[in-house]
């Protein structure tokens, strides 16, 4: 892929363009589709193509050559800049042919870093990297996502462009060194800032007008935070074993990349939007053996908002989620908001959720501004202790509702070998009258403790096999 760097220069709509379209025709080139098989009892089987999509998805791997960012000048004082130094290695590391830059045990204080092709940024156990409060090592602009729209803005902490072979390994800690006072205060008006409001309105409308992104321009004094780690339009993404702490808000954001593997991270950052892992308009993803405990949804499949995701018109596709823990959060395994390109071929199996702060085991939200086609998800061998709300949950009237012209859609899931001890319901689906829910199968599920009915609005084909609620055995398709 042809790569165009981003620097403090005004990005210009020509070349924004030319990397748009050549990343397109690279990606369109590429046919990812796969076929639903029937399962013994002539039903859809969601779950043939599981195995389809997992030989297609392959870990990068490196030169056996490491970088120390020692040697390039960095200090694990805690105190010292080491942006400089990592910059460094990075470079040397790419210009050598690709390895692992090694962060050692130690406290690396540093601004943002930019992965290239073939490059490992390693942790090794007991570094941390800890990332600057100050905005300014965020510059220059780079082009990015806010909440589903492309723009100009701060660097993300860990970002690459355009690249392939790119991975964060190690068993060390990403601290985004995010609280009440600093980025997570962006968020709200006060302390003589106007909060992200205003700038994020600006954005939409933009978009809504179709302002080229790179005519996109926020950075400095707009407060719209910057995403902790994201790769955008990147092949071959490896992110494993490393914490993070703390963020500014979504914590692991690929954005329009292919063959992703984010394995065995421990998150835990409480903020606002701090969402775990937010796959946007990507294709083949797995996700396996993360533990999520977060201040927003712990997984949340995103394809872009409103005219952006209908322009670049990427679904999130082909992704499998397993053996993963969610413990707080709004959603264990959330389709949306931001899901104007579609999503389809969902996977999420042997999962633990468990707690009176998780709101929802399988969640999507979508409405009439965002619209979007979901399709073919499918949840099996999954244990929920407690949760705030419900097991299954689909809202379309999340927040614009039924203001818009674009009608979301939401087909073809199926729940089985599920198990929930409590909950508040088990079930709470709101379509709209002109755009059914449709064809929710749940199969062999147990959900105990339940406390409410049902919510069902403008469902169709909810069928409901072998599906026990307070040890009453339900056999029935509903229609509402």
């Not at 990068?60 to 020692?70: G, K, L, V």
């Not at 601004?111 to 090794?124: C, D, F, K, P």
Request: neutral net charge; glycine residues 10%; charged residues 25%.
């Amino acid at each position: 892929m042809v790569k165009r760097p981003l620097t403090g220069a005004p990005f210009s709509r020509r070349a924004f363009l030319t990397h748009a379209a050549f990343a397109g025709t690279a990606v369109a080139a590429l046919d990812f589709r796969v076929d639903t098989q029937q399962d013994s009892a002539g039903r859809l089987d969601p779950w043939s193509t599981a195995d389809e999509i997992l030989r297609r998805i392959r870990p990068p791997s490196f030169p056996h050559r490491d970088f120390d960012i020692t040697k390039f000048g960095a200090r694990g004082d805690g105190q010292a800049d080491s942006t400089a130094a990592i910059r460094d290695a990075v470079s040397a590391c790419a210009a050598a042919g690709g390895g692992r830059v090694v962060v050692p045990a130690g406290r690396f204080v540093t601004g943002a870093v930019r992965l290239q092709s073939r490059v490992n940024l390693h942790l090794e156990a007991d570094a941390t990297l800890a990332f600057s409060r100050d905005a300014h090592a965020y510059l220059p602009l780079v082009l990015t996502r806010f909440e589903g729209v492309e723009l100009m803005n701060y660097s993300p902490f860990i970002y690459a462009l355009g690249e392939h072979d790119v991975a964060i390994t190690g068993s060390g800690t990403l601290d985004g060194q995010a609280n009440d006072e600093f980025w997570w205060s962006w968020r709200a008006r006060g302390a003589g800032r106007p909060g992200q409001t205003p700038a994020r309105n600006r954005l939409l409308e933009m978009s809504a007008k179709g302002v080229p992104p790179g005519e996109r321009r926020f950075g400095p004094d707009a407060w719209l935070r910057p995403n902790f780690i994201q790769p955008y339009r990147c092949t071959n993404v490896l992110v494993e074993g490393v914490a993070i702490v703390n963020s500014p808000m979504w914590e692991v954001h690929p954005v329009l990349c292919t063959n992703v593997t984010i394995r065995g991270l421990k998150i835990s950052s409480h903020g606002p939007n701090n969402d775990g892992c937010d796959p946007e308009s990507c294709r083949d993803v797995l996700i396996e053996r993360c533990s999520f405990d977060t201040g927003d949804d712990c997984i949340a499949l995103k394809s872009g908002r409103n005219e952006d995701g209908r322009r670049i018109n990427r679904p999130i596709e082909n992704v499998i989620v397993r053996d993963c823990e969610m413990k707080d959060g709004h959603g264990g395994v959330t389709i949306g908001s931001e899901i104007s390109g579609g999503a389809r071929n969902i996977f999420a199996e042997r999962c633990r959720m468990d707690s009176p702060r998780l709101e929802r085991a399988l969640r999507f939200k979508n409405n009439a501004a965002r619209g979007g086609v979901i399709e073919r998800i499918a949840m099996r061998d999954v244990t929920i202790g407690d949760l705030a709300e419900a097991v299954v949950a689909a809202d379309f009237y999340y927040e614009e509702g039924k203001n818009g012209a674009f009608t979301p859609v939401l087909r073809d899931v199926d729940v089985r070998h599920v198990t929930s001890r409590k909950s508040q319901y088990a079930f709470l689906l709101r379509g709209f009258d002109n755009a059914p829910i449709t064809n929710i199968r749940v199969t062999d599920c147990t959900f105990d403790g339940v406390a409410k009915p049902d919510v069902l609005e403008s469902v169709r084909g909810l069928v409901l096999t072998n599906v026990r609620i307070n040890g009453t055995v339900r056999n029935e398709t509903v229609d509402r």
